[in-house]
């Protein structure tokens, strides 16, 4: 599956922790992340991070733009308490198209572990038959 995260700078060291905890299950999935956010969880994890542009300058939109055309499975979006005015729009739109695109998102940890746990279950994989091109879908056929 592809897997997209993205974390506030005041939610960074949680998603840190959350991808410590969950590391052997991310690890079989394909992940992108906003820049910073990716290179903590990578220095923590040695997971492989695709690292996409800073979250300020583009990185959520680059992700929203992987949502609108079905290539990510699944967001995991830890962000502020208390929204900041500057980069809630393009949060939002975040979230539209998550909605929009049926792409399961997590705005908390609660819901993290849920979907994390979802999918080392087999519970997401309908998203196969919605993203039949993604990495983890062809590595899945080629070992079948």
């Given amino acids: ?28 999935h394909h992940i992108c992340s906003t820049s910073i956010t990716g290179k903590y969880i990578e220095d923590a994890t040695g997971l492989e991070i695709e690292k996409l542009l800073p979250g300020t300058h583009g990185g959520v939109q680059q992700i ?3 949502v609108s055309y079905n ?5 995991l979006y830890f962000g502020k308490s208390q929204p900041n005015r500057l980069n809630s729009d393009e949060h939002d739109n975040l979230l539209r198209m998550c909605d929009s695109q049926n792409v399961p998102v997590a705005t908390n940890i609660a819901t993290a572990e849920i979907l994390v ?15 039949p091109s993604s990495e983890y879908n062809k590595k899945k056929r080629q070992h079948q």
Avoid at 71 to 75: H, K, M, P, R, T
């Fill in 71 to 75: 290539e990510i499975d699944l967001v």
């Fill in 64 to 66: 929203c733009s992987r």
């Fill in 1 to 28: 599956m592809e897997i997209a995260i993205i974390a506030d700078d005041s939610k960074k060291e949680l998603m840190t922790q959350f991808c410590i905890a969950y590391c052997g299950i991310l690890s079989k």
């Fill in 117 to 131: 746990c979802a999918l080392e279950r087999g519970d997401l994989d309908w998203r196969e038959i919605v993203n």
